[in-house]
Nanobody, 125 residues
Framework: QVQLVESGGGSVQSGGSLRLSCAAS????????MAWFRQAPGKEREFVAG????????GYGDSVKGRFTISRDYAKNTVDLQMNNLKLEDTAVYYC??????????????????WGQGTQVTVSS
């Protein structure tokens, strides 16, 4: 059974940076997409960024383009999210996800079957 464990969340001031990491165990995810989603209180879960080497999928949510960067280490089964120029509206619980959904589903939660427990990111002014 694949397990995903996130780390690196915390509190930061607006304009600051954080780096999230997700480590997968229990399976080889070389052919899976791995992604980051986030969910703020009272809001739906939102796609942040995702990548999959097969099918050359690399995508970002509109609200984070140019500020966040996703990177994968396929040998180590890890995926990181570098978050720069953080804004108040980036405050949320961030979730790591993995799955083999069709290409058209990879920017949505339906493309993923494995989820981490989430890590809190809080941006303050």
């Amino acid at each position: 059974q694949v397990q995903l464990v996130e780390s690196g969340g915390g509190s930061v001031q607006s304009g600051g940076s954080l780096r999230l990491s997700c480590a997968a165990s229990g399976g080889n995810l070389r052919n899976d997409a791995m992604a980051w989603f986030r969910q703020a209180p009272g809001k739906e879960r939102e796609f942040v960024a995702g990548a999959r080497r097969t099918s050359s999928f690399l995508g970002y949510g509109d609200s984070v383009k140019g500020r966040f960067t996703i990177s994968r280490d396929y040998a180590k089964n890890t995926v990181d999210l570098q978050m720069n120029n953080l804004k108040l509206e980036d405050t949320a619980v961030y979730y790591c996800a993995a799955g083999r959904g069709a290409f058209s589903t990879l920017a949505g939660a339906s493309g993923y079957v494995y989820w981490g427990q989430g890590t809190q990111v809080t941006v303050s002014s």
